[in-house]
């Protein structure tokens, strides 16, 4: 019996902290922090870019990953 295939991420990509989207949920899930602590912590926005702040807050509603600060 073979193992299932792993799905595929397609997740947008977060340029400043070099990670996907999905990458940064299963983070998230791991060590739940409100918003703009995540956004230090995971994505490396507190000396990136930011463009994909709007978007990166959107998916983690979409998956019930946000919390709030």
């Given at each position: ?41 995971h994505a490396g926005c507190g ?23």
């Open positions: 019996m073979s193992a299932a295939p792993e799905e595929a991420d397609d997740s947008p990509y977060c340029c400043c902290s070099a990670a996907t989207f999905m990458e940064i949920l299963e983070r998230q899930r791991a060590e739940p922090l409100p918003f703009m602590e995540l956004l230090m912590v000396g990136g870019c930011g463009s994909c702040i709007d978007d990166l807050e959107a998916y983690l509603r979409q998956h019930d990953a946000y919390i709030e600060d």
